[in-house]
């Protein structure tokens, strides 16, 4: 477990990291091309409709986006496209794949964000709250939480709070992203649009509050117990400075790794509550992809969360070691 | 009395008591009842001078240490009467927060495990410069904490590294320096050299024997290394299940052990270099403190148990310039009772 300090920058690791990223990434796009042309359903009937077509038409339409070739030649094609900067052209929303994704793609991280920031200030606070007094009300609310945080699902949790708050109070909108009928500018849209936000980060950040509350309290409980906070007790320290410099700091690592490890599974969340607040992110593209066969938008869906969920990774990395000094690549 | 930003308070003076204990007593709460690990205890300990509380493990010696401090290492442990005057001043009665501004700043602390008492993700520096904000001394920090390492026999440098960069020494020298960091009248070294290579202990010792002397601080040693008495103590105490056994001048406990069970652990030491007859030796184990025999703790394991051992608590009887806690000594020539 030893490892030699200093040896390499912390920049350095980062650069091997991403280069070794690559074929990772050139393995992600093999596989999830091979999965999409073995899965059932054809695009072309998606792309024409259900109302039967000249046969001869048919053909045209899969000869001119190149589906009558065969399955090799076509992931070879596309990786070359891809290595260019192409990721292909949507049948459906008849618009470049990388274009139409990167759209999407903002709205979906602000969400995603919001929602990891969320988590984390209040699974923390919820964290420290109930791990400096151990099985009290407190301790006990907290932990049962956690446990239906664990249980719920996003889609449920949200088609609960649209009934709540948007259907049954009327405190806050139900879907979509922005009102489509008022016309608000500078404050008012922005205003507007953190009212659209409110509900499906709620419903994606329930889980993710419950997995840091439990992290937090048990990681916090074993490092308070230990050798070096007695010490720093000893040296006088107020009980505030131990908590949070000796004792947070230390219960911290954990807590970063999980919440880097769990950002893929918002990526999934986010699939399910963007579809059920109508929230137009990336996640609700990949379930119409999906739906409408539309195979290059899915496909790049897939590239670039594959690509994010690898950044974030390294990031944790990196984070980690400016945490923990004994860490070091 | 100083509080937290109150001026150190003058060095003490030669021969002053700065620690006296008197009749402390600890328990702890544990599933099988009450324990008290400290039972009774009184000793004392003046400026410029090293004093010894050695026993077995889980004869209470450390937990004495923790109720100086008023510090445990379970919630569960608690300091339920007598008195802890530090230079006159019973810290018994004192709230946590004036408690708080006496750790680390009267009162230091050496550990056993060097390496487990500082925090492995804060820098060196950063965990001594902590103790001197918290204390009132954060100005000049810096200057200072350079001083620390360079009295403790560590470069500055040091400063800025983290606890698993440092060896056991250098982590040791460090604890010794966050001890001494505030001029404290008192040090308490809870086996300061037991965790520590054999050749590093002996230079952590004569280290921590130097600065004693030249700060003139009392220091309270506590060890089961009855070689660490010899070398640096100038009075010691023994400690079995919870009392104090035996008291005396460190050459007087060598030469001539009071107690059957302070001559049990000499015995223990020396049969390699002087053979003692067999009977000598200290057979069985501590006993357990949630049902401790009743008399004298000692007894069930002595060679020379008598009725009355089995029956009362054997007081303190002056022995020379020894007091020992054994009925053997009762009606004695020379031999006196006191408290």
Redesign the interface.
Known sequence: MSRA?GSKALGAFALERLLNAVPLVIGVIVINFLLVSLAPGDPVTALIGEFPAPPEYVERVRAQYGLDRPVPERMVRYLGSVVRGDLGFSFANRQPVLELVLERLGRTLVLMISTVVLATIVGVVLGVWAARRPHSGVDRGATGFALAGYSIPEFWLGQILILVFAVGLGWLPAGGFRSIRADYVGWAAVVDQARHMILPMLALSFRYMAITTRLTRASLLEVMN???I?????????ER?VLW??GL??AA?PIITVIGYNFSFIVAGSALVETVFGWPGVGRLMYDSIFTRDYPVLLGILLIVSIAVILVNLLTDVAYAL????VRY | MSRAGAPPAAAPTAGETVLELRDLTTEIRSVRGLVRPVDAVSLRVRAGEVVGLVGESGSGKSMTAFSVMRLFPTKAARLVSGEVRLRGRDLVPLPQEAMRAVRGREVGMIFQDPASYLNPVLSVGRQLEQQLQAHAMGRGARARIAELLRDVGLASEIAGRYPHELSGGQAQRVGIASALACRPALVIADEPTTALDVTIQAQVLRLMARLQREGGVAMLLITHDLGVVAEVCDHVYVMYAGRIVEEAPVASLFAAPQHPYTQGLLAGVLDLIEPKPIEVAIHGSVPDLASPPPGCRFHPRCPHVMDVCRRETPPHFEVGDARAACWLHDGAPGAEATA
Do not use: K, V
Request: charged share 40%; glycine share 4%.
């Open positions: 300090r230990s050798d070096y007695l010490a720093s007790r000893a040296r006088g320290l107020s400075r410099e000796h700091r230390a690592l945490f923990d000094p004994r």
